[in-house]
Each structure stands twice: as structure tokens, then as C-alpha cells.
């Protein structure tokens, strides 16, 4: 899939055949805001809606990463349409989440009227694409519920392939996948670049940390 940004600075805009994918500021809080509050959103990534104190939590958090890790949340904007869609991350998952604290983690996040059109597979393989080009990242993880059959998919067709099952501290059952950046195609208009951190592991000695 062919995409391209406005500038190659660090907070360019990625634009798809049908999507804007927009660094995260201000301007897309009070829509995240009411987005999160829908329960079919978050069913498959919350006990329950995100409310107000929470959303600017997590906006704030949002600002923050983009400052210190060069990536973060992009809005998801329809060109056609300057309809608001949702968004996709790149992000660390963080301790006792099935893998290793500093994995780079693929997240989307679709409004429900639109499921099923391929939105949110296009924004992934938009924002992997920056992961592997722009940011230099060895490998990017994906992590969806084992009921989301859904989210699997989406992974399946951005090149990600299922390491293993892991049971979090609630009980829930996540599947962990993955994509190395040795395995990922340079579409065209990207460049090689040198990719940060370590050499990535084989799925044999892959480990979590916490």
C-alpha cells in the first residue's frame, strides 16, 4: 500500500489512498474523549468506558510520548469526508502485558459504524510501515483478545504472525504477535534505515521481562 507524509520531520502527517493519519495534539481530545465512552470501543481493551478524568490521563500521556519516543497516537481522519474514525498507536507495552517492557506495540482503534470497510488494516499497515522507516524499530508487537477474531485478522494482514497465548492479571487470555523488521517489504517511497536498539530475537528465546 502506497502511502506518503507531509514533511519528514518527526511529526509529519501519513496519508493512505482514504485516510490522514494526524500526530496526536489538542485539537483531537474532546473526540477521543467521547469516542472512549462508547462501550462497543472499548470492550475488547477496558472493563469498562473510559471516563472524562481517565480520557485526559491518557491524552496527556499521549502528548508526552510523542516528545520523548518521536511516535505516539495519530487520529484517523477519512480525506473524503474529515470524518474522525478513531485513532492508531505506536507505544510501549509496558510491564506484565505478555512482553518484554520496551516492545513497541501496534494499536487501532475504529469507529464501530465503520467495521468490516478495512479501515483500520489500512491505518496498521500505514503505521508499521513508520515504524520499520521513520522510527527505526526492530520489531513491533500486537496483542487483541483471544475472542477478537477481528483484531487478529487485521494483524494477520499487516505481517504479523502469533507468537503465543498470555494470561493477564485478570484473567483475561491475550494473543501476543509479531513482525520483524527483516520480514517486513519496503514499500516504495520508504528508505532504509538503521533500526534502534538490539538485534531481534527469534521466537525460540523470545522473553517477557514483567
Request: glycine share 8%.
Amino acid at each position: 500500500m502506497a502511502t506518503s507524509q507531509t514533511d519528514f520531520g518527526v511529526r509529519s502527517m501519513i496519508e493512505t489512498a482514504r485516510l490522514r493519519l494526524e500526530p496526536w495534539d489538542d485539537s483531537h481530545f474532546e473526540r477521543f474523549a467521547r469516542f472512549m465512552r462508547d462501550p462497543d470501543v472499548t470492550r475488547y481493551i477496558r472493563s469498562e468506558p473510559l471516563d472524562l478524568d481517565r480520557a485526559i490521563e491518557q491524552h496527556e500521556r499521549s502528548l508526552e510520548e510523542w516528545a520523548l519516543l518521536g511516535f505516539g497516537k495519530r487520529a484517523v481522519i477519512e480525506a473524503e469526508t474529515d470524518q474522525w474514525l478513531g485513532f492508531v498507536e505506536l507505544s510501549h507495552v509496558g510491564p506484565r502485558k505478555g512482553s518484554r517492557d520496551d516492545d513497541v506495540e501496534l494499536g487501532y482503534f475504529v469507529e464501530p459504524s465503520r467495521w468490516g470497510e478495512g479501515i483500520a488494516t489500512e491505518a496498521a499497515i500505514a503505521t508499521r510501515d513508520e515504524a520499520f522507516d521513520r522510527c527505526g524499530v526492530n520489531e513491533l508487537i500486537g496483542r487483541c483478545r483471544v475472542e477478537n477474531a477481528a483484531s487478529a485478522r487485521v494483524l494477520a494482514k499487516a505481517g504479523f504472525r502469533r507468537l503465543r497465548l498470555f494470561e493477564l492479571d485478570d484473567g483475561i487470555v491475550v494473543e501476543i504477535h509479531r513482525i520483524q523488521r527483516a520480514h517486513w517489504t519496503v514499500p516504495p517511497g520508504c528508505r532504509e534505515r538503521t533500526t534502534r536498539g538490539g538485534t531481534a530475537s527469534t521466537g525460540a528465546e523470545y522473553r517477557e521481562t514483567g
